[in-house]
DNA sequence: TGACCATTTTTACGCTGTAAGACAAGCTGT
DNA sequence: ACAGCTTGTCTTACAGCGTAAAAATGGTCA
């Protein structure tokens, strides 16, 4: 094992919340996954906070925009990416969701982002307006989409439909599948964009 | 004071997480603001999931689409209840946006939402993915709201907009000022109800 | 009085984030 | 070669957390 550092920090923080959930991301644990004492990580991270902020740079820095053509086409690639990559690490969903993007590297990110809009020829608060309706848009419908999986894993009952007559026929009708997501996410985003020209 | 119960409970939960944040609601601080001690509560309540469960409870209980005439008017009318009441208790936002819809009122709510719209003529599939792509799109948004406040309180630099220029000009032309969200809450909502006709 | 009961408190355990300081190893300048 | 500084790690400690288990309280009824 090499030298340690904030990349392989995040690194083992990343892979120890996808295997285990964040719920079990302790700075203890982090420290074990990395063959060192808890201590040993704030001298390259100042908190746990900033942990959990290294985990958001990691999502927001992986994917981009990349404007060419008409913009609701590639807006509509960017959305189904940044889904794809949140569905690529559940755990962390959350954490994108609630904290706000605040390390250097994911402001740079999102900076970038924003800059090739402009370079498209939208003004720069257009430009942020749209990024910020197709995440936060995207974050929404993928967090929705997560709920269930930490639901059922919590307790056997999945859900009385003694007494929920529509959701239960709403369930066997297919709701929550993977492909009613699929479907709702599709729908939804092209409503957005079509309507936000 | 009178007698203690489930219901007093999530009243003082969510006062306290209002007042102080979720981070600070912790079953000792709310025995306290109940005059009790902490394990006192675990006689009306199992565990702290199920008082966070509550609280979801809350706010989901307390809207309900009002279904009659054109189905986007009252659509978008469920659409800024929601959102207006999510505003009104930021600090719990992130527990609705995270947490499934789990306790039994909360379903029955929930439900009860859905049957109204099921009066109105749409198979229980369709209302309640139409219920979900609103409400799914109005937590997004919200969460999205709220971010920077909390951000804000953390530490003095609002951002280092020195390497940033997009940004600097998107703040400066208005971007997440509370004028900018209600506008784009207002376009977004109303593209979504269009397009999902 | 004594037994039952609902409610509350006490005590305890293992876990958390992290402040403060000790410790070891390697590099530098003399 | 020696001293001293830097870099990295570990030890110890503290206050707080959720909650299991058992004990204490107080009221109501026989």
């Known amino acids: 094992m090499g030298r ?26 982090l420290g074990a996954e990395l063959g060192v004492e808890a201590m ?13 902020d290294g985990l958001v740079e990691r ?8 404007p060419s053509g008409p913009r609701a086409v590639w807006m509509g690639e960017f959305a189904h990416a940044f889904r794809a990559e949140l569905l690529r690490h559940p755990a962390v969903v959350p954490l994108v969701a609630t904290r706000p ?6 402001l740079a990110a999102v900076e970038r982002a924003a800059a090739a809009l402009v370079a ?5 608060l257009r430009a942020f307006q749209l ?27 999945p859900v009385a439909t003694a007494e929920l007559p529509c959701l239960a026929q709403a369930l ?10 699929d479907e709702r996410f599709e729908a939804a985003i092209k409503a957005l964009l079509a309507g936000i020209e």
């Open 4 to 29: 340690l550092s904030r990349a392989r920090v995040l690194d083992a923080a990343l892979a120890l919340a996808d295997r285990d959930g964040i719920a079990k991301l302790s700075m203890r644990r």
């Open 40 to 52: 040993t990580l704030y001298y390259y991270v100042p908190n746990k906070d900033a942990v959990l």
């Open 59 to 66: 999502i927001v820095a992986s994917v981009a925009p990349r």
């Open 101 to 106: 993007v605040a390390t250097p590297e994911a």
């Open 120 to 124: 498209e020829g939208l003004a720069p």
């Open 131 to 157: 990024l910020n309706a197709v995440t936060t848009f995207v974050i929404g419908h993928t967090l929705a989409e997560l709920d269930p999986e930490g639901a059922r894993s919590r307790h056997e009952p």
């Open 172 to 181: 066997a009708a297919g709701l929550g599948t993977r492909a009613d997501h």
